[in-house]
T-cell receptor
Framework: LAKTTQPISMDSYEGQEVNITCSHN???????ITWYQQFPSQGPRFIIQ???TKVTNEVASLFIPADRKSSTLSLPRVSLSDTAVYYC????????????FGIGTKLQVIP | GAVVSQHPSWVICKSGTSVKIECRSL??????MFWYRQFPKQSLMLMAT?????????EQGVEKDKFLINHASLTLSTLTVTSAHPEDSSFYIC???????????????FGPGTRLTVL
């Protein structure tokens, strides 16, 4: 599966919109992108998933350009409780492929 | 829906003893379960993939005789750390892929993790 690259860390003030971009240059036709959030000493939590264009749910938006070689997770109006590590994963339809977690992006929200 | 539990949430044991960690999908059946290990300030590292009724597939560098995985049913997988040593101290996380029934079958649902400390 395609390797992902993300910024190691980001800082943001409360109330701002945060965009975290992930590169996945070798993504295949039957791959999709999933973002997870992890707090210290907890398992990762599903945030959002998409294949192309834009996906929005109650907590985030995911933007995927036409070439699908990158994706951007957008968190609107972050709060202190959004301080966490965010992982971008490339997963394959069919559900039987293992995935590799990258280093993730440590988001620090500042009051 | 899509809740995965792990038991225990934390465990402290003496060097040389064995520890069993359970991973259960509470409200769905899982075709595949994964076991990860996470050291402080590092990312999750996949240890093994297990499918119900078949032997687990271990990642390179993971000793299958030390980390015994049993996927007894579509809702339960266990990881046994045999003859644990201090270097096995870590955060162990399982995940499960749903078999269907309206959940995202292409997404992993993660357990809360188990903190293992070997003295």
């Amino acid at each position: 599966l395609a390797k992902t690259t993300q910024p190691i860390s980001m800082d943001s003030y409360e109330g701002q919109e945060v965009n975290i971009t992930c590169s996945h240059n070798n993504i295949a036709t039957n791959d999709y992108i999933t973002w997870y959030q992890q707090f210290p000493s907890q398992g990762p939590r599903f945030i959002i998933q998409g294949y192309k264009t834009k996906v929005t749910n109650e907590v985030a938006s995911l933007f995927i350009p036409a070439d699908r070689k990158s994706s951007t997770l957008s968190l609107p109006r972050v709060s202190l409780s959004d301080t966490a590590v965010y992982y971008c994963l490339v997963e394959r339809f069919g559900g039987y492929q293992k995935v590799t977690f990258g280093i993730g992006t440590k988001l620090q929200v500042i009051p | 829906g899509a809740v995965v539990s792990q038991h225990p949430s934390w465990v402290i044991c003496k060097s040389g003893t064995s520890v069993k960690i359970e991973c259960r999908s509470l409200d769905f059946q899982a075709t595949t379960m994964f076991w990860y290990r996470q050291f402080p300030k590092q990312s999750l590292m996949l240890m093994a993939t297990s499918n119900e009724g078949s032997k687990a597939t271990y990642e390179q560098g993971v000793e299958k005789d030390k980390f015994l995985i049993n996927h007894a049913s579509l809702t339960l997988s266990t990881l046994t750390v045999t003859s644990a040593h201090p270097e096995d101290s870590s955060f162990y996380i399982c995940s499960a892929r749903p078999k269907g029934r309206g959940l995202r079958t292409d997404t992993q649902y993660f357990g809360p993790g188990t903190r293992l400390t070997v003295l």
